[in-house]
């Protein structure tokens, strides 16, 4: 099978996965969301809205020991977003050249339902099967976007099983600030329980980006400036 084709069809099973699976905002208040991603300082816009990713390749993290290839995903009628990662094409239009964005809107649902998310897997060869990568006992992350409507987000890890509430962990993401792998949280919105913390040695496959919804249309559009991984 050649690389293109291999690429499309494990972007697919990706998106697949986290579809109706990698969102923790159920059941959270308007106030869950995290800080507002400042505009990535370190990132140039091509003149279109996309800011240049120091990390990305044509949809291809990489990432200090991550890698893996980039998606987006939501649950049906959750959000509208582009690219749009979950038909048979792959991402429609494609992730090229150095920018990893996605724009859109997350429905407004009385339950808080509505999600987007723009994820990558961080331990995936090019044309390989996704892996995982087992948390440090030390150190942290520091991720940076561009966000120029300053929406909410969460920086999300998630485990082999996102369809479980306990394999994911996030933290309200503030853009260039290093956060330690011990402020991850299960159910990290106001009032979510349980908050078990992530532990040293606990396997994750994937990293992401999420909006979180909240009772009214909320539109966003934002991109993956870099990502540092701290000892």
């Not at 499309?8 to 106030?31: E, F, M, V, W, Y």
């Not at 959750?78 to 050249?97: E, L, M, Q, W």
């Not at 090019?126 to 409507?149: H, Q």
Request: charged share 10%; net charge negative.
């Amino acid at each position: 099978m050649n690389t293109v084709l291999t690429r499309l069809l494990r972007t697919l099973a990706t998106a697949t996965l986290c579809a109706a699976a990698c969102t923790s905002s159920a059941g959270q208040k308007t106030d869950a969301g995290g800080t507002g991603g400042s505009t990535g300082t370190d990132g140039a816009s091509d003149g279109s809205g996309q800011v240049a990713s120091q990390v990305v390749n044509n949809g291809f993290v990489t990432a200090g020991p991550w890698a893996g290839y980039g998606f987006t995903a939501t649950d049906p009628g959750a959000a509208t977003i582009t690219p749009d990662c979950s038909g048979s094409a792959g991402c429609v239009p494609p992730f090229t050249g150095n920018s990893f964005c996605m724009q859109g809107t997350v429905t407004g649902r009385d339950d808080y339902t509505g999600f987007a998310m723009l994820g990558w897997n961080v331990n995936q060869m090019d044309g390989g099967a996704a892996g995982t990568w087992p948390i440090p006992a030390t150190g942290g992350i520091t991720v940076t976007v561009s966000n120029p409507g300053n929406t909410p987000l969460r920086l999300q890890l998630q485990g082999t099983d996102p369809h479980s509430g306990s394999d994911r962990w996030c933290v309200p993401l503030t853009s260039g600030q290093l956060t330690p792998w011990t402020s991850f949280v299960t159910n990290c919105y106001t009032g979510g329980t349980p908050q078990t913390a992530l532990t040293a040695g606990t396997p994750i496959e994937q990293a992401s980006i999420l909006v979180p919804g909240t009772l009214t249309n909320l539109p966003f559009s934002l991109c993956l400036v870099d990502v540092v991984i701290t000892p």
